[in-house]
């Protein structure tokens, strides 16, 4: 659930800004209906099914943003309440009352001391027979005095200690306050969680009332085939072919590409990595479509159409990688998927793909035109009979479709580490079709 709500927040956003995630064709940025090559969409005809997906996510995200904020707040109570740790105000005032206390307890042994002292001299004249009036006198105040002191250092003790005490109790107050703000997160959390897994469920009854229709199987399988470099800044030519591998004819199939820059070795990616700029463009033609047509949110992918039993599609695809791009490595995607008119849908269980060096672009002089035996292949003919009932094979070398990611093709680790991209280019191409279908659903009506 969690991967396949991360590529559909990749969807939503790509729908909503310009940079496409992990997809020249872009069928990683939007899961609305493909319409036919020569539609035309309507401005303002939004899709409100796609509407009503992105209010999902959201309600998702939001759900799981504010579970984890209640949550990251009771922890920090917590480890406040272990530690006795209050506010800095209540935490000055105890600290400052302790001083208080702890002054005042000197004041008052000083005072206690200097007391006994008056007192003592005061003795020793009272019992010297030669001591003077004057003496007497100046010894007795001298006793008054220190009792004084001590009286003012009983005082000054007692407020200290009744400031301390307030100072603890304002403490125990701020803690107590604490840790029933940790039971009122407890309870928060709980009712946040459930608010999530009703955002979960609602998703998922959202997803599965498509997506559990469009079944995974190899009606449509893919073979996709090229070059083995390809120079920076320069386009090379792929070739694709789509087939019907069913026991029927299928009506509506399409087919999406896509094409990237893989990692150079050691670099790690997951699904949070940007792959903005590791995206390479793809243009296709075909017979039935002979202008190189580039890939957009409207027109997310290759519309063969109906395709008979046992026929297949050809067509070829342009990728120009851009001048600035390093030497390394690049790879394309294909897979295939039908829409039928007795409502039935599937997605290709295998996906193609092929890889190819990145040749840097040429600083020096430009050179003669390379010759077709040389690294940039040239373009494949077009077909000799276009459309759904070619059956002329296109040059290169073809892929097996693969199923499963790429951990099993025994592809290098770069390659691996793409998996989870052609993967969801096939959940994400498979919510184009739940989409369709229920667009055409209403049209139906």
């Known amino acids: 659930m969690k991967i396949r709500r991360i590529l559909a927040t990749a969807v939503a956003a790509a729908v909503t800004t310009p940079v496409v ?18 539609q035309k969409p309507t401005p303002g005809d939004e899709d409100p099914d796609f509407a009503e997906y992105e209010k999902l996510i959201a309600a998702v995200t939001k759900a799981e943003e504010k579970v984890e904020a209640l949550k990251a707040e009771r922890l920090a109570l917590l480890e406040d309440l272990r530690a006795n740790k209050v506010s800095e105000a209540v935490q000055k005032e105890l600290d400052a009352a302790k001083k208080a206390v702890e002054d005042a307890g000197l004041a008052k042994t000083t005072a ?18 030669a001591a003077t009036a004057e003496q007497k006198a100046t010894a007795t105040a ?29 403490v125990g107050d701020e803690l107590v306050k604490m840790s029933g703000q940790i039971d009122v997160l407890k309870e928060q959390i709980k009712v946040a969680e459930q608010e999530l897994a009703a955002a979960e469920k609602a998703l998922e009854e959202f997803e599965d009332d498509g997506f559990g229709d469009c079944k995974e199987d190899d009606s449509v399988k893919v073979a996709l085939s090229g070059p083995k470099t390809v120079t920076a800044g320069k386009s090379a030519i792929f070739s694709l072919r789509v087939s019907n591998t069913s026991d029927r004819t299928l009506d509506g199939v399409e087919a999406y590409v896509d094409a990237v820059r ?27 479509n002979l202008e190189w047509t580039s890939f957009t949110e409207e027109f997310d992918s290759i519309e063969v159409g109906k395709l008979v039993k046992g ?18 490595k690049g790879a394309a995607f294909s897979f295939g998927a039908y829409d039928n008119n007795e409502g039935d849908c ?11 060096d990145i040749l840097a672009a040429k600083t020096d002089k430009p050179k003669p035109k390379p010759t077709p035996s040389e690294t940039t292949a040239t373009p494949t003919p077009a ?37 989870l991209a052609a993967a969801a280019t096939v959940a994400l191409g498979a919510g184009a079709l739940v989409i369709a279908r229920r667009r055409k659903a209403g049209t139906n009506a």
Do not use: C, M
């Open 262 to 288: 893989l990692p150079a070795p050691g670099e790690i990616l997951d699904d949070e990595t940007d792959f903005a700029d590791r995206i390479i463009p793809v243009e296709w033609s075909s017979a039935d």
């Open 112 to 129: 206690d001391a200097a007391l006994v002292t008056a007192r003592d001299a005061l003795a020793k004249l009272e019992a010297d027979p």
């Open 346 to 356: 599937g997605i290709g269980e295998g996906f193609a793909q092929t890889q190819f």
């Open 383 to 419: 077909p000799t009979s276009g459309g759904n009932d070619n059956t002329t094979q296109q040059g290169g070398s073809s892929n097996t479709p693969v199923k499963g990611n790429l951990a099993a093709t025994g592809a290098n680790e770069n390659l691996t580490q793409l998996g």
């Open 142 to 170: 001298a006793v008054t005095a220190a009792e004084a002191k001590v009286t003012e250092a009983v005082t000054a003790k007692a407020t200290a200690d009744e400031r301390l005490k307030k100072a603890d109790k304002a």
């Open 311 to 328: 026929g297949h599609y050809d067509v070829k695809l342009r990728l120009t990688v851009a001048a600035d791009t390093p030497a390394g």
């Open 21 to 38: 995630f992990l997809s020249a064709a872009p069928a990683f940025a939007d899961t609305k209906p493909t319409p036919a090559s020569t």
